[in-house]
C-alpha cells in the first residue's frame, strides 16, 4: 500500500531540495574544478606537450597533468599550462607557450560574454582556478556519469594534477568520506534528486551533494566503513590495466569490486540505523524524511534569530 506519491515518483513525504551553497550537514564543501575558458588553447596533447619542451625545457616546469571528466573514467593523458606564478621574463623566451597565451588572449576578447573578455587581461591563466591549495587527498566526482552505473567513480587525485570543470573536488577528503559517497545510499540519493544530461546522471554539488544526509556513526562503525572503502579501492588495483570506466560497466565489473561494493553498502546503511535503509525505496524515502527535518530545524533556527 502507497502512503503517498512525491514530486520524486518514491514513497515519501513531499519536500523538494533546492540547490544550496553550503552543506545541510558539518561536511568538507564540494567545489568544481579549474575552468580553462582558453579556447583549447592551454591544453596540450602528448605531441604539443613534447614540441613545447623541445623548444625550450624551462617549459617543463609549467606543463601539468590535466584530468577532467573524460580523462579521469577512461585514463586518457592530456597535460595543460599552469602558469600561475610563472615568470614573465622566462614566458617570454618560450614562443609557443607565448603564441597560446596570445590566442587565448584573442578568444576572449572575442567572446560575447564581458566576464569572459574581461579575463583577457590576465590570459596566462584559467579562466576561473578553484585549486587553490595543495591536497594529496582531492576526492574527484565527475559531473556526467552513465545512468548505466550502479556507482558514480570517485577516486583520489593528487595536487600535482590540474582537475578540470568537468569534475568536482572535495579537498582533503578522508576514507570515510569516499566510503559513503561511494556508497548504494548517496547512489540511491543521487539517483532520486540529480538533473540528467540525457539519460546520464548530472551530479551537482549544491543539488546532490550539499542536501545529503550524512549519517552518524559511532567510532566504530566509523572505523568499519573506513575498512570497507578501503576494501574497494584495493579491489580495483587488482585490475590495474582497467580504467574507472571498464570496472564500473556493470557487464564488466569484476567480482572483487561488486563484493567490496556490497560489503560497504552495508556498513554505511548499519551507520544510519537498523531500519529503513533495505531497499532503495526505503533510502530515499528515509533520506527524505531527515532532509525534512534538518530543514524544518535550520528554517526555526533562523526565525529565532530574526
Known sequence: ???????????ALNVMVERRTET?????????????TDGGNLILNKKEKILIIKENKTAKKWIRPFIGAEEFLNSKRRWCLWLLGANPSELRKCKLVMDRIEKVKKFRLNSKKISTC??????????????????NNNLVVPITSSEKRCYIPMDFL????????TVQI????T???????ESSVHMSWLRAVAGRLEMRYSYSGTLVYNNFIWPKPTPKQKEDIEKAAQAVLDARKLYPESTLGDLYDPNTMPPELAKAHERLDKTV????????????????ASLMKLYKEAIDKENATKRKIS
Not at 1 to 11: A, E, G, K, S, T
Not at 269 to 284: H, L, Q
Open 1 to 11: 500500500m502507497v502512503d503517498n506519491i512525491n514530486p520524486y515518483l518514491v514513497n
Open 24 to 36: 545541510i550537514c558539518n561536511v568538507s564543501e564540494m567545489v568544481y574544478g579549474n575552468k580553462p
Open 118 to 135: 574581461k579575463l583577457a587581461a590576465t590570459p596566462t591563466l584559467f579562466g576561473e582556478i578553484r585549486q587553490t591549495r595543495a591536497s
Open 158 to 165: 593528487s595536487s600535482d594534477m590540474v582537475l578540470g570543470n
Open 170 to 173: 572535495i579537498p582533503d577528503s
Open 175 to 181: 576514507l570515510y568520506d569516499f566510503g559513503v559517497l
Open 269 to 284: 546503511k548499519t551507520a544510519y540505523g537498523t531500519k529503513g535503509f533495505e531497499t532503495e525505496e526505503e533510502i530515499v
